[in-house]
């Protein structure tokens, strides 16, 4: 299910999810539009079968019957001059509606939030996960992979490296601003990076976005670049739960729930964090502690994020606890 599925990042993570050979079946809901993006998709030959829900006639209901994955663009976008928070006021209650509807109908399915401001965002719907009882960490999900794609990409106009997805640079802790982290001192194969130009490019992955908002001028925020995104991580989590084994990506997940992130809460005093996550049939299996080995450039990057997060957390947390 892509919820969401009429916006900018909702059609064209959409067409990626409809020719990939790993979809069996998509269903795609949203409050405009979603029967002129169904009947344009539907004509593409691929394996995946598709319908398109409104909400009228328990349209939402009707696309998550069923679901093992859902992906959730729905919300909106920044405009110049915005933060990502300044998006909670509309995006934690159409985030939370989506996830009471998910709770009652696919408590089973894996959740991948897109939505900003994802840092209290996930938090949003671990909470209500929680309140309904159907909480299961390993599949909760926020997805920080355009950062790990910015990444990659800046770093390999550096170095020069032609296929620039194949450098696996770990990216952690949140995702806006100072809360993203990137691990360059751990990438793999190790990068050399003149020490002259390593602030400028730890920035520019940080404020990436802020990148795209202002180039758009007004007209929303990146959507191609994150539909490729999206569509990678969630490809990801379709392929390790088919069994395919050595499935590894960052993402923001709720720590306490998963194998190693309890070592991850301690030395950040978060719950929720972006790390490495090891992937497999029942989800997130793994967290793998990168933090231990950051270099004393990155610690320093770490400790800010950890004071940025803290308070997004807490508020998602809150919005929940106590409505608005
Ligand atoms: P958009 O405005 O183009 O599309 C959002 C879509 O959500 C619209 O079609 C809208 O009708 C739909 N929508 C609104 N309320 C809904 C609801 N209750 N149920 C279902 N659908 C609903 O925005 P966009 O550019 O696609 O961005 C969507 C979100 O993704 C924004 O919050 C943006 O900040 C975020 N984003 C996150 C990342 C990331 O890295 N995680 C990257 C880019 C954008
Ligand atoms: C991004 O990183 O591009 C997104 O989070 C959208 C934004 O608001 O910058």
Do not use: C, W
């Not at 751990?186 to 003149?194: E, R």
Request: without cysteine; charged residues 20%; aromatic residues 6%.
């Amino acid at each position: 299910v892509v919820a969401g599925a009429a916006g900018g990042i909702g059609q064209p993570l959409s067409l990626l999810l409809k020719a990939s050979p790993l979809v069996d079946h998509l269903s795609l809901y949203d409050v405009v539009n979603t029967p002129g993006v169904t009947a344009d998709l539907s004509h593409i030959s691929s394996v995946a079968t598709i319908d398109g829900f409104l909400p009228a006639d328990g349209g939402l209901k009707k696309a998550l019957t069923g679901a093992d994955i859902v992906v959730i663009p729905a919300g909106i976008p920044r405009k110049p001059g915005m933060t990502r928070d300044d998006l909670f006021k509309i995006n934690a209650g159409i985030v939370k509606g989506l996830i009471e509807a998910i709770a009652e109908t696919a408590p089973e399915a894996f959740i991948l939030i897109i939505s900003n401001p994802v840092n209290s965002t996930v938090p949003i719907a671990a909470e209500v996960l929680k309140k309904a009882g159907k909480f299961n960490p390993k599949k909760l999900f926020g997805v920080t992979t355009l950062d790990v794609v910015r990444a990659e990409t800046f770093v390999s106009e550096i170095t020069g490296q032609k296929d620039a997805a194949k450098t696996i640079i770990p990216v952690v802790g949140g995702h806006s601003g100072e809360t993203i982290v990137p691990l360059f001192s751990l990438a793999k194969p190790s990068v050399s990076i003149p020490a002259d130009k390593l602030d400028a490019l730890t920035t520019r992955v940080q404020f990436g976005g802020d990148e795209v908002v202002k180039a758009k001028d007004g007209a929303g925020s990146a959507t191609l670049s994150m539909a490729y995104a999206g569509f990678r991580f969630a490809e990801k989590v379709i392929a390790a739960f088919k069994g395919e084994t050595g499935v590894v990506e960052p993402s923001f997940v709720y720590l306490p729930g998963v194998e190693g992130g309890d070592e991850i809460k301690k030395a950040t005093g978060l719950d929720f964090f972006s790390v490495p996550i090891e992937l497999g049939k029942g989800g997130a299996e793994k967290a793998v502690n990168v933090i231990k080995d950051a270099n004393d450039y990155e610690k320093k990057l770490l400790q800010k994020a950890y004071e940025g997060l803290k308070g997004n957390i807490e508020k998602g947390v809150e919005f929940v606890a106590n409505p608005p």
